[in-house]
């Protein structure tokens, strides 16, 4: 009885040791696997001569387009409003609290710091052009595109008189709650 108690033990041992071979192989299988993928999906950040000239024949044609600013051709750049814009607008059934993250795309830093400058004119003006919305509207993504709209003009109107030109190209809601 003691030799077969042995012969567990020992069978027991070289199970234990068998499977911990196989984890420490599968181990190293997946560690190399995600080594490789990193290594081959990874590449190089540099982009393709054929992709920066198409990248910048299409900002030539966004320049020449009769809506798009007169703006040195560039990288985005966004300047988000300092705080959100908090308000109610009229529903049907009942009045809402509305709250709009608001940021703005425009190329070049000049424009950037024209921006950074007059960022109390275009709150007053973005206040004035949300707050003459109503829910019913805001409840629908049609509602939102159109809210946007208004609001580009709004601004690129705005800005004609002080910056000399329309600055900005988009206007970007980054979040919007309605209550």
């Known amino acids: 009885m003691a030799e077969e108690e042995k012969e567990l033990e020992i069978e027991e041992g070289g199970g234990k040791s068998n499977k911990m071979m196989i984890i420490i192989i599968a181990a190293v299988v997946l560690i190399g696997g995600g080594v490789g993928a990193f290594m081959f999906l990874g590449g190089d950040d540099a982009p393709e ?8 024949a299409e900002g030539e044609a966004k320049s020449n387009d009769g809506d798009a600013p007169s703006a040195d051709i560039g990288d985005a750049i ?5 705080r959100p814009f908090v308000f109610n607008v009229p529903g049907a059934s009942r009045d809402r609290l509305v709250q709009i993250k608001v ?6 830093e000049e424009n ?3 921006i950074k400058s007059h960022i109390p004119l275009l709150e007053g003006t973005l206040l004035k052009t949300f707050s003459s919305t109503n829910a019913d ?5 049609e509602g939102k595109d159109a809210l ?6 709004d601004v690129q109107t705005t800005l004609i008189d002080v910056a000399g030109g329309k600055v900005i190209e988009r206007v970007l809601f980054t979040g919007f709650v309605m209550q």
């Open 137 to 141: 509207d805001l409840g629908t993504p």
């Open 148 to 153: 946007k709209a208004k609001a580009l003009s």
């Open 78 to 82: 966004y300047v988000a409003m300092p």
């Open 49 to 56: 001569e054929g992709a920066a000239e198409e990248t910048l």
């Open 112 to 114: 950037e710091e024209k």
């Open 103 to 108: 940021q703005m795309m425009m190329r070049g």
